[in-house]
């Protein structure tokens, strides 16, 4: 108790001096027990980044301001024909294939700072031209020097299949406008979707005038509700429709029209239908004229044949006649004038001669 007394102090601060340590040697085994932690998940974190950075199917690079590729992963190598540690004694400069894109990639990251889906045209090391998608976005490394993160996508397969269904399509738009058959389609109410120049042209319309029109607007009004229930119901019913039809132009001239149309029935789509038909006025006309010239002949051998029979007949009625003249002419030698019978014999005569006449 003496000794506490007299180093009451000193072993106060003793103990405060032995607490302290021990708290200050719990704290540091903590901190660096996170620390371990802290770089046990960074390290964690970085392999995860560096797997997707090398498995990665797009071209990854990060490159210094200056245009130094500082790090690629192998779809970049793969996508322009280089070793990695080739390119890493290239700038990235050299790998652009069109010098005005570049400076335009260049305004664009100084406005913003990145650069999303800007259309890339790079060069292989063999010189082939490729055509990526590139985003690229501005990164501060350790040391606070400014790089980009670089991210590019090979888009030239699908620009040629893109370029490709265009020029088929127009191939398409070239044979659909330059046909002189009208082509259209039709909704399942007889409401034109589409028709090519061919169909404006005979029916006397400017382009899309006849859009959203019935095909029954241009016929006759008594044959309106057959359209309805003949063509529409036998079209989906059957599938398709086939015939001769008239139609009124725009300035009211009646046509002939052959056409057949089929009910299309698309998987994601409403049913429509595809048509086509051809202006067979003429024909129409001329078959016609055919039919009327023809009914002229027949008539004609008609004629002909009752003008052979006729013929015939007043040939023979003209021997009969002639015989009764004969005989008559003869009796008539025998009678003098003054004999009862002689002026009938010589109206006998005379009705021969009528009669032959």
């Known amino acids: 108790s003496s000794f506490y007394s007299q180093y009451k ?26 620390r371990k ?27 210094r301001q200056d245009g130094t590729i500082i790090d690629a992963n192998g779809s970049f190598s793969k996508l322009f024909g280089y070793e990695r540690e080739e390119l890493m004694q290239r700038n990235a400069k050299d790998l652009w294939a069109d010098p005005v894109e570049r400076s335009g990639w260049q305004e664009e990251m100084k406005e913003k700072g990145f650069v999303a889906n800007y259309d890339w045209k790079v060069r292989r090391k063999d010189g082939e031209v490729r055509d ?3 985003t690229s976005t501005e990164r501060r490394a350790a040391d606070g020097a400014l790089q980009y993160q670089t991210i590019a996508r090979d888009i030239t397969d699908q620009k040629k299949s893109v370029e490709a269904l265009r020029q088929s399509e127009k191939r398409f738009r070239d044979l659909f406008d330059s ?34 029109l019935k095909a029954m607007d241009f016929m006759k009004p008594e044959l309106r509700n057959q359209f309805e229930s003949e063509y529409l119901k036998t079209l989906e019913a059957q599938g398709h429709y086939e015939g001769i039809t008239s139609y009124f132009t725009k300035d009211g001239r009646k046509i002939y029209l ?6 299309v029935r698309p998987e994601m789509d409403a049913p429509y239908v595809s048509g086509m038909a051809r202006d067979v006025t003429h024909r129409i006309l001329a078959e016609r004229q055919i039919k009327g010239l023809q009914e002229q002949m027949r008539q004609a051998e008609k004629m002909e044949a009752i003008g052979v029979l006729a013929g015939g007949i007043a040939h023979d009625f003209n021997n009969l006649l002639m015989g009764i003249q004969g005989n008559a002419s003869l009796m008539g030698v025998d009678i003098d004038a003054g004999h ?18």
């Open 340 to 357: 009862s019978h002689h002026e009938k014999l010589k109206n006998i005569e005379q009705y021969v001669r009528n009669g032959a006449d």
């Open 9 to 34: 102090g000193w072993v106060w601060t003793a103990i405060i001096a032995v607490s302290c340590l021990l708290l200050f040697i719990v704290g540091l085994g903590i901190n660096i027990v996170r």
């Open 258 to 263: 052959e056409h057949r149309n089929n009910l």
């Open 132 to 134: 990526c998608l590139l």
């Open 179 to 212: 046909m002189t058959d009208m082509v259209y389609t039709q909704d399942l109410k007889g409401r034109f979707l589409s028709a090519n120049p061919a169909l404006n042209r005979v029916f006397g319309y400017v382009h899309n005038e006849l859009i959203g």
């Open 37 to 63: 932690r802290t770089e046990a998940a960074l390290r964690k974190s970085e392999e995860r980044y560096r797997t997707l950075f090398k498995q990665s199917r797009d071209a990854i690079a990060i490159v």
